[in-house]
């Protein structure tokens, strides 16, 4: 049975289904660069491909005759229940896709039950989206301007409440994400206005969304970096400021004493880092390759999840991201041996087509979609999920 609210929220998206519908209406509100900088992947976008094709290389193995009236999808991550198996993955600069959007995403997230994860380089400041819902924050960090700048962010996300410290290591410079250039972000970003001018078509068709980033103060820096002297971190500086601030193993010592809770490490694709993970004493990682946006050639996440798990052995917890699009997804990452999964596009797309309304009606469709898969495998709860309900045999579906 549908709540009220979700019924609600399909009614008012009639031409919504799935979240590739999101995808279309996103591309019709926003300007090119903007929804190329959420759709995007690194050059040749072979392995934002992979992520998503290799679900369809996983089939399920359903146990037929089995009653299952209603699923439990309630997961224990790092001692803290959502209520559902996936959580809203960093995404950055959400404010870009819609007026406060960080607010929304958030705000949409915990009241389906499930976790929020704010980016460093989020448009909004962080207490401001602790402010607008009590439910579970975790803060992702990168360390631009350095280590001085990421304390003092920290103890900012710290005192306002997040919980868990999620800290990305697969940017020590920003991916080649072509799209992005085809359509202007270098002259947009640094406020070239001759530069920008060939790409001007893009907003002229776009008046709603120029209008609302207008209302919106049109946000262009990242306002929890503060950089010394410069104050809050100017947007067009991501690239160059990444490339002189590089994240190593090492840093896991102060980032351990000054954050004092669990850290999660994002972005191990490999066994061998994810010991490494263990040995730098954090608590948990998420086997993700940024979506596909940073190195391209890189194997989908799901195929190196098993890898991963089986360096970890239980040592820690594991979760992974990419390619998420429907709820069958999550099932199979979860069956195969992820702790719960987070999703990107699936709401960025979502948030760019229609606010937090938008990201509600997406966590709605994956939910459905999750309660779906695992009444027709037979399976009465998420935390029931294991191998015996998948297969990796290649010999299903030959590409
Ligand atoms: C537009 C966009 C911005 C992103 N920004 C960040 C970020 O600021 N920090 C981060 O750790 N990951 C970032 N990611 C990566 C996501 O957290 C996540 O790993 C990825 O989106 C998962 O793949 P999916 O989009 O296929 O679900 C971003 C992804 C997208 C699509």
């Known amino acids: ?42 050059e040749d976008e072979v392995t934002l491909r992979e992520n998503v094709a290799a679900f369809g ?95 003092a962010t920290m103890a900012r996300a710290k005192a306002a409440g997040y919980t868990v410290l999620v800290v990305t290591i697969d940017t020590p ?3 080649m994400r072509e799209r992005d250039f085809r359509h202007g972000v270098r002259p947009i970003l640094q406020k070239d206005l001759w530069g920008s001018l060939p790409y001007a078509w893009q907003f002229v068709t776009r008046p709603r969304w120029v209008l609302d980033y207008c209302a919106d103060g049109r946000p262009s820096v990242f306002p929890n970096v503060e950089l010394p002297g410069k104050g809050a971190m100017p947007c067009g500086d991501v690239g160059m400021i990444l490339e002189s601030t590089i994240v190593t193993w090492d840093d896991f010592r102060w980032m351990r004493d000054a954050w004092k809770g669990p850290i999660v490490v994002k972005g191990v694709h490999t066994g061998d880092d994810a010991k490494r993970a263990i040995d730098a004493g954090t608590q948990g990682l998420v086997c993700s390759n940024h979506g596909g946006r940073q190195l391209d050639g890189v194997p989908a996440t799901l195929r190196a999840l098993p890898e991963v798990l089986d360096a970890v052995n239980g040592r820690i917890e594991v979760l992974m991201d990419g390619g998420i699009r429907r709820g069958g997804d999550v099932v199979k990452a979860i069956a195969l041996g992820a702790k719960a999964v987070l999703v990107g596009r699936a709401y960025a797309w979502a948030l760019g087509a229609a606010g937090g309304p938008g990201v509600a009606r997406a966590i709605d469709i994956l939910r459905t979609d999750i309660v779906r898969t695992l009444r027709l495998l037979g399976c009465p709860s998420i935390r029931d999920l294991d191998r015996s309900y998948i297969s990796t045999d290649s010999r299903h579906y030959p590409r």
């Open 173 to 175: 410079m920003s991916g």
């Open 1 to 42: 049975m549908k709540s009220d609210r979700s019924l609600a929220r399909s009614v008012a998206f009639p031409r919504v289904i799935n979240v590739h519908d999101f995808r279309r209406l996103a591309k019709k509100r926003l300007p090119a660069v903007v929804f190329a900088y959420i759709d995007g992947g690194a």
């Open 57 to 151: 290389d996983i089939t399920f193995r359903p146990r037929q005759c089995v009653a299952v009236r209603s699923c439990d999808l309630r997961t224990t991550v790092l001692g803290e229940t959502f209520e559902l198996p996936f959580l809203l993955a960093p995404v950055g600069f959400c404010r870009m896709f819609y007026p406060k959007g960080e607010l929304h995403a958030a705000r949409a997230a915990n009241e389906a039950g499930t976790g929020y994860i704010l980016s460093t380089f989020s448009g909004t400041r962080l207490e401001e989206v602790r402010a607008a819902t009590s439910g579970p924050l975790w803060f992702q960090l990168y360390v631009p301007g350095g280590r001085d700048v990421a304390e």
